[in-house]
T-cell receptor, first 115, second 113 residues
Framework: EAGVAQSPRYKIIEKRQSVAFWCNPI?????LYWYQQILGQGPKLLIQ????????DSQLPKDRFSAERLKGVDSTLKIQPAKLEDSAVYLC?????????????FGQGTRLTVV | GQQLNQSPQSMFIQEGEDVSMNCTSS?????WLWYKQDPGEGPVLLIA?????ELTSNGRLTAQFGITRKDSFLNISASIPSDVGIYFC?????????????FGSGTQLTVLP
């Protein structure tokens, strides 16, 4: 079974530029999460989707971050404009059961460096 | 919001030694999870705990759910080089946004030959 696919693996941008990350979850997984992992910290949830609906985006900095999952499968996370403090690994995870984190699997992440 | 304190922040041990790390929370959790993250990879679930006092093993790994429901421990016995990585605890409550996972800051484990 294929895992969670994320691209790109690495991205370097200048501050104030925009960037987008893509996630393809495990086939059939209705729940999709985006996490931000700053160096030296654990992952922090940014947004959770159930199919194409947002379940929780309370920790998403909505002035600069946006995410969508239009067809309930792939998802994109966008940052515009980026700040230096956005440098982090952005992890996507998917699960077949909502709120059952033991059924969630993480992708390899996209490492963003903002200079 | 909920906070998790994970310690130690890093550990350097000799191959074959046992390792112990722990997490404490400012609030009660109903589920404790332990993950391992290798460089360039996402976290991988190692052990899940569901009841206060529960002790669960997965090979050389043993984890316990503290009786106060505010802490958890992970032990690794007879460490080997492939145990190198970052270990994270995570807690989940059951109400509202607390159903999301709260992660600790991680324990970086280095195993010396």
């Amino acid at each position: 079974e294929a895992g969670v696919a994320q691209s790109p693996r690495y991205k370097i941008i200048e501050k104030r530029q925009s960037v987008a990350f893509w996630c393809n979850p495990i086939s059939g997984h209705a729940t999709l999460y985006w996490y931000q992992q700053i160096l030296g910290q654990g992952p922090k949830l940014l947004i959770q989707f159930q199919n194409n609906g947002v379940v929780d985006d309370s920790q998403l900095p909505k002035d600069r971050f946006s995410a969508e999952r239009l067809k309930g499968v792939d998802s994109t996370l966008k940052i515009q404009p980026a700040k230096l403090e956005d440098s982090a690994v952005y992890l996507c995870a998917s699960s077949s059961k909502i709120w059952v984190h033991t059924e969630a699997f993480f992708g390899q992440g996209t490492r963003l460096t903002v200079v | 919001g909920q906070q998790l304190n994970q310690s130690p922040q890093s550990m350097f041990i000799q191959e074959g030694e046992d390792v112990s790390m722990n997490c404490t929370s400012s609030s009660i959790f109903n589920t404790w999870l332990w993950y391992k993250q290798d460089p360039g990879e996402g976290p991988v679930l190692l052990i899940a705990l569901y009841k206060a006092g529960e002790l669960t093993s997965n090979g050389r790994l043993t984890a316990q759910f503290g009786i106060t429901r505010k802490d958890s421990f992970l032990n690794i016995s007879a460490s080997i080089p492939s145990d190198v990585g970052i270990y994270f605890c995570a807690g989940q409550a059951i109400a509202g946004s607390a159903r999301q996972l709260t992660f600790g800051s991680g324990t970086q484990l280095t195993v010396l030959p």
